[in-house]
């Protein structure tokens, strides 16, 4: 049995999942979470770079993790992801055509990032004599910080992808007989948007807006401390029918910056796909379960929305069974131990 250990290490949480991979069959031997240091993650002070490291020690210890070796996830706000339209290319032409291209797109200096293209689709499957292409720069600093964490806890990288890719290989996985989905991160700085047609990734982007904004939002509408106001988001959401409508009032602006671009999003969509449409939108992040933040996307959008669900095809002795909840907040972790 191969075991592939996923880390995603969130501003908020840190989540650990270790699959057992044999043939088809996919196992969970390991999962849990752990608290991040706060602000640790944005800090260059080295005791916090080494208190993220031991919270990542601790959590493999109490989740008895065996692998060393380690998917990570980059946080999609701090790297630069746009699926773009190249001329149909050899593989040699399209290495030098691509940093042409990645200097339109990126701003940074080429030689300050770590620059990745995939192909998503060659000339023969979008019927023009274009490819589509997925370009992912990520900063070196960026890169460097998180191998640091990873050398301190004593773990060894494999891989690094953006937290919307690995998002999307966990749930693509349920939803094989639907066509067109967009998958909605709403994680607690920001919100990840991708939109998956056929199985294959064909629109990225990331919202500087999430549950941390949310609850800024309450604490300065309803005068509240950031504590208090976290404890109101959690238990009433944006349940319009809850404290007279005020909670889901002070949201509000948060909410509609969010709804607005996820309508951005399938107008983009649907113009570039006219004989296509998005059918289900799924939700992850922790955002995504506050109290009746499925029902007001759905009603804002006019799509089908589900919470994700990232265990499925996945199997899980009973002990296991605490998670069935959690799957929104699973999913980068899970999409990160499923990686090839």
């Not at 990873?150 to 060894?156: G, H, T």
């Not at 950031?226 to 944006?238: D, I, P, S």
């Not at 990232?310 to 605490?322: D, L, Q, T």
Request: hydrophobic share 45%.
């Amino acid at each position: 049995m191969n075991l592939s250990l996923g880390l995603d290490i969130g501003s908020h949480t840190i989540k650990l999942i270790e699959l057992g991979l044999e043939g088809n069959s996919v196992g969970l031997l390991a999962a849990g979470s752990a608290p991040t240091p706060p602000k640790a993650l944005t800090s260059s002070v080295p005791a916090d770079t080494e208190a993220i490291a031991q919270t990542i020690k601790r959590l493999m210890k109490e989740t008895g993790a065996k692998s060393k070796e380690v998917h990570i996830a980059l946080p999609e706000s701090k790297v630069f992801t746009r699926v773009i339209d190249v001329p149909a290319l050899s593989q040699r032409e399209l290495t030098s055509a691509i940093r042409w291209e990645a200097e339109q797109y990126i701003p940074l200096p080429l030689d300050q990032v770590n620059l990745d293209f995939t192909i998503l689709r060659d000339a023969k499957e979008t019927g023009t004599n274009k490819m589509e292409v997925l370009l992912v720069a990520a900063p070196k600093t960026l890169l460097d910080k998180y191998l640091s964490i990873l050398e301190l806890a004593e773990l060894q990288p494999v891989s690094a992808e953006t937290e919307i890719i690995a998002t999307t290989r966990a749930l693509t996985r349920s939803v094989l007989n639907i066509r067109s989905v967009m998958i909605v991160s709403l994680g607690a700085q920001t919100t990840d948007i991708a939109i998956v047609r056929a199985g294959t990734l064909t629109f990225t982007r990331s919202l500087p807006a999430g549950g941390d904004a949310l609850t800024r939002a309450l604490a300065q509408s309803l005068d509240f401390n950031l504590t208090q106001a976290e404890e109101f988001k959690r238990t009433y959401g944006v349940q319009p029918d809850k404290l007279e409508g005020k909670i889901s009032a002070a949201a509000k602006p948060i909410t509609d910056t969010i709804v607005d671009e996820l309508k951005r999003a399938l107008a983009f969509y649907q113009d570039k796909y006219k004989e296509d449409h998005v059918q289900l939108v799924l939700l992850s992040g922790g955002t995504a379960r506050l109290p009746g933040m499925v029902v007001y996307l759905a009603q804002s959008l006019g799509v089908e929305v589900q919470l994700a669900n990232p265990w499925i095809g996945i199997a899980r002795v009973s002990r296991f069974n605490v998670l069935t909840t959690e799957g929104p907040n699973f999913c980068v972790a899970v999409g990160l131990a499923l990686r090839p």
